[in-house]
């Protein structure tokens, strides 16, 4: 008899109790909305705006609504006009090219290396026909930064991160989000912090922190942030910064906190699931697992490995092979987005050009979520039948790689 896991991939773990209290003491209040606030009060958002700054030691931090919210303000407040292209990453999921159109800007899409992170040789050859770099650590995987801002740096160019797969992650010590201007948080479900919907921004940039906080939404209420420029700078941008409302509540924010105080200890709970499954996959004919260089400190909240140059039919053979066991894979490389899966091509609104070095990547690459709801066992069980699925299908067909 094949083993069968028998766990929930999209179950993640209960709000922490002194994260329900605290969710409970907002509810009683009835002051749910973060500018109602009692005399000096800060209430919970512009508390979490205060920790979140020195978690990740930037000057301002903004709480704001989805982290797609999140990488839109960050291109307003950064002034990005209709019809300005905006470079991003080829890998990367729907909300990123999503808030690039939002502003009715034009991505322009860079190409993926096997690493899973954005090709610095493409980034340099696009370098010049843009202003603004949306940078997306997709799944976690951060590219050589030293080398990212050295190329932007050289062009002018302005970073924003999206850090929805690196909160907690780190390049050369450094916390991921503060290579470049802005970074991107998101606190959705299935994120490194969870209060279902939520994000975060952070900056070190006074003026840019004035116009995301009223962009935000701030009602001119902006002096009751968490971390503010002066007034003074505020008085520049005030009459110019259009508000579009993307405020987070009280009431996230509580449930927020202790899990943010929680942070350090998470990570280390992903990373010791996602080695497991790390080794067990590791060495199995035909399957590629990425490689993490020693300057990033990653958050293995997720686990890609590449199929390269497998036909369509052996790849959904293992994918429906494993599903059969209860392991659920998500392929990149699919004609048609399925859940959280796209190519770049499915984005129709955008155009793109071709890039077969990033097609035959994209093709590859398996992924699956690692939910802390899984014990380290399960991890085991779970690699043990990739890698006989992977192997089994492998070893069937001779012909499981497509001619060159
Ligand atoms: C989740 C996610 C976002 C932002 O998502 P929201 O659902 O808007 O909070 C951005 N980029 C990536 C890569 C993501 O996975």
Request: aromatic content about 6%; hydrophobic content about 40%.
């Amino acid at each position: 008899m094949s083993e069968v896991f028998k766990g929930v991939f999209t179950q993640q773990e209960p709000i922490p109790e002194d994260g329900i209290a605290a969710a409970l003491d907002v509810m009683r209040s009835g002051r749910l909305h973060r500018y109602n606030l009692v005399g000096d009060e800060v209430g919970e958002v512009g508390e979490l705006e205060r920790e979140f700054a020195a978690v990740t030691g930037a000057r301002f931090a903004l709480a704001v609504a989805s982290g797609g919210y999140a990488l839109a303000c960050a291109l307003r407040a950064v002034g990005v006009k209709p019809g300005e292209r905006v470079l991003t990453n080829a890998f990367t999921l729907a909300p990123v090219p999503g808030a690039i159109a939002s502003v009715n800007a034009v991505p322009v899409f860079v190409g993926v290396t096997e690493n899973l992170t954005i090709d610095l040789d493409d980034l340099d050859a696009k370098a010049g026909e843009a202003r603004v770099l949306m940078l997306s650590h997709m799944r976690g995987h951060l590219a050589d930064m030293d080398r990212l801002m050295d190329i932007c740096t050289a062009h002018g160019i302005i970073v924003i991160e999206d850090c929805a797969h690196t909160m907690g992650a780190a390049w050369k010590g450094r916390p991921s989000g503060r290579g470049g201007l802005i970074g991107c948080y998101s606190t959705q479900t299935y994120k490194h912090l969870n209060s279902g919907e939520g994000g975060l921004l952070v900056t070190d940039d006074e003026e840019v922190m004035a116009r995301a906080a009223i962009l935000s939404g701030s009602y001119m209420l902006y002096g009751r942030h968490g971390t503010v420029p002066d007034e003074e700078v505020f008085e520049r941008v005030k009459y110019d910064t259009p508000n579009v409302s993307g405020r987070m509540d009280n009431l996230r924010a509580a449930i927020l906190r202790p899990q943010l105080a929680r942070l350090d200890a998470q990570c280390q709970k992903w990373n010791d699931r996602y080695r497991v499954v790390e080794d067990g996959i590791g060495g199995t004919p035909g399957l590629t697992v990425i490689e993490r260089p020693e300057e990033e400190s990653y958050v293995g909240s997720s686990i890609q490995f590449l199929l390269l140059d497998w036909s369509d039919d052996a790849i959904e053979d293992v994918l429906s092979r494993c599903a059969a066991r209860g392991v659920e894979l998500k392929w990149f490389g699919g004609a048609e987005p399925k859940g959280f899966t796209s190519r770049y091509d499915s984005w129709r609104y955008a155009p793109s050009r071709a890039m077969p070095e990033t097609d035959r990547i994209l093709k590859s690459i398996v992924d699956m979520r690692l939910p802390l709801t899984f014990s380290l066992e399960d991890c085991a069980l779970i690699a043990r039948i990739i890698r006989a699925e992977v192997g089994a299908v492998w070893q069937g067909q001779g012909a499981v790689r497509r001619p060159a």
